[in-house]
């Protein structure tokens, strides 16, 4: 039931050509291979639409990288899940430590973006992690238990059941500094058994945990091959075919 997952994330990366490029170049490269793994793209809203149908008929899954909280009406600016879902996109990266951090993302803001993503049929990637000085004073299972409970435990375990989760830690992300694939382990573990205490030991064994931070073609296969890491939310390395698919082949 769970599944191996490898999904880029662009961030503000990539005009809407050099977008369309990548997914032409990535659905050529991949196709014909017997991949062990969904590979999904996380892109600006803007590309949704075109890079969707680029991607028809190939293994590429495609993500937005956030959506509103609200369903519609007078919000200049923001962009719903309905309105992602219309592009042909089938998943939604939430939650993200840099929409945390600099856009002011708290965990009520969340739970109502994950309702509505799972309400218009979107999978959310849900992120979650601890800071360096988080980390350091030993705080990181508590962190993420607490980031997973106050925006996720509202739901029920059958929409829980929905959500992939993206284990970031910030003072991994685009740092070159890479968790170990025993630090890895470690809190995937942790987070699969904080979430069968509360939704069942089925729910958790299903549910796919990715690793996300400095993950790439040198580190991604030591990484996947632990029990609990179930693929990478892949940043830097996404932003070419030819990085990006040693990560895909690391499976
Ligand atoms: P890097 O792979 O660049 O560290 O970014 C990870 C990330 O934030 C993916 O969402």
């Not at 400095?214 to 029990?227: D, K, V």
Request: charged residues 20%; aromatic residues 8%; glycine residues 10%.
């Amino acid at each position: 039931m769970r599944k191996n997952i490898v999904a880029g994330n662009w961030k503000m990366n990539k005009t809407l050509c050099e977008g369309k490029s990548f997914i032409e170049e990535l659905k050529s490269t991949l196709s014909g291979k017997q991949l062990r793994c969904e590979v999904i793209i996380g892109a600006p809203f803007i590309h949704l639409a075109s890079i969707a149908e680029l991607a028809t008929d190939s293994p590429i899954g495609i993500a937005a990288e956030n959506c509103a909280d609200k369903a519609e009406g007078a919000y200049t600016g923001e962009v719903s899940a309905a309105m992602v879902a219309s592009t042909g996109a089938s998943y939604v990266i939430l939650g993200h430590s840099e929409r945390r951090a600099y856009y002011g993302e708290t965990d009520q803001i969340l739970t109502e973006k994950v309702k509505l993503a799972l309400a218009n049929g979107l999978t959310p990637i849900f992120c979650i992690g601890e800071v360096k000085e988080e980390r350091e004073a030993g705080k990181h299972f508590e962190v993420v238990e607490q980031q997973i409970a106050q925006a996720l435990f509202s739901l029920s375990a059958e929409d829980f059941g929905k959500i992939v989760l993206a284990y970031e830690p910030v003072w991994a992300i685009g740092t070159g500094l890479t968790a170990t694939s025993d630090q890895a382990q470690e809190i995937h573990a942790h987070i699969r058994s904080f979430i069968a205490n509360k939704y069942g030991a089925q729910i958790a064994e299903d549910c796919t945990i990715l690793y996300g931070g400095s993950c790439n073609a040198g580190n991604a296969q030591e990484l996947f091959s632990r029990p609990d890491v179930d693929g990478g939310l892949i940043g830097g390395a996404s932003l070419s075919v030819e990085k990006f698919l040693p990560i895909i082949e690391a499976f």
